[in-house]
């Protein structure tokens, strides 16, 4: 003799089978694998400054509030709001990512820099903007620089830096290569600046 499930039941079972296919749908987009950047681009401009042996600098990681201290890649809208741009992210959070983008541009720029504590004079930086203007189509970054005494704690110099590049396009691949040019551009000047300062 064969039970037949009552229409209570029946609804019951319907009612779980679609929770747990929403369930695992939901479970699926979490774990899509985002495109994934580095802040590469064309070493040209460093390459064209003579290497030099010059003043120890450390460099410590940058300061910045989320979401641009995360691994993703932010983008601003035309009312000011700000947003991350879905299905891709940084091979490493963005401040580490553009700390060793400082470092090399410094050693290009003759200076013995590095991440180690030690060195007589910090370079501090405070990385404000680093995202897609999408209203403007541009890659903006706006960088607080101080050149600290590691002794003292004494500011010998500072300034705000603001670098764009196109970006004409809003998708992965493009907006970060926009990003990664507009980051070795003004690397490149923080560098220049703060050997002149040394």
């Known amino acids: 003799m064969k039970l037949k499930a009552s229409a209570?039941?029946?609804?019951?079972?319907?009612?779980?089978?679609v929770i747990v296919s929403v369930a695992f749908l939901v479970s699926a987009c979490a774990q899509a694998t985002r495109e994934t950047f580095d802040l590469t681009t064309e070493t040209g401009a460093l390459r064209s400054v003579a290497l030099r042996s010059g003043p120890a600098v450390y460099v410590p990681e940058p300061?910045?509030?989320?979401p641009t201290s995360?691994?993703?890649?932010?983008?601003r809208a035309g009312d000011d709001s700000v947003a991350i741009l879905p299905g891709v992210q940084w091979s490493d959070p963005m401040p580490r990512l553009f700390q060793r983008r400082l470092i090399e541009a410094l050693q290009q720029c003759g200076l013995s820099a590095s991440s180690n504590f030690g060195a007589q004079t910090k370079l501090q930086t405070d990385v404000r903007r680093f995202e897609i203007d999408l209203a403007r189509n541009l890659a903006i970054i706006e960088v607080s620089v101080q050149l600290v005494d590691s002794g003292g704690g004494r500011a010998k110099a500072a300034r705000i830096f603001v670098e764009e590049a196109p970006a004409p396009e809003h998708t992965g691949s493009?907006?970060?290569r926009a990003l990664s040019d507009a980051a070795a551009r003004i690397a490149l000047r923080i560098g220049q600046w703060t050997r002149a300062r040394l």
Do not use: E, G
């Not at 209570?8 to 089978?17: G, L, M």
């Not at 300061?63 to 989320?66: D, E, P, Q, R, S």
């Open 174 to 176: 493009p907006a970060a």
């Open 8 to 17: 209570s039941t029946q609804r019951k079972v319907a009612q779980a089978t």
């Open 70 to 75: 995360s691994d993703r890649i932010v983008v």
């Open 63 to 66: 300061a910045a509030l989320a």
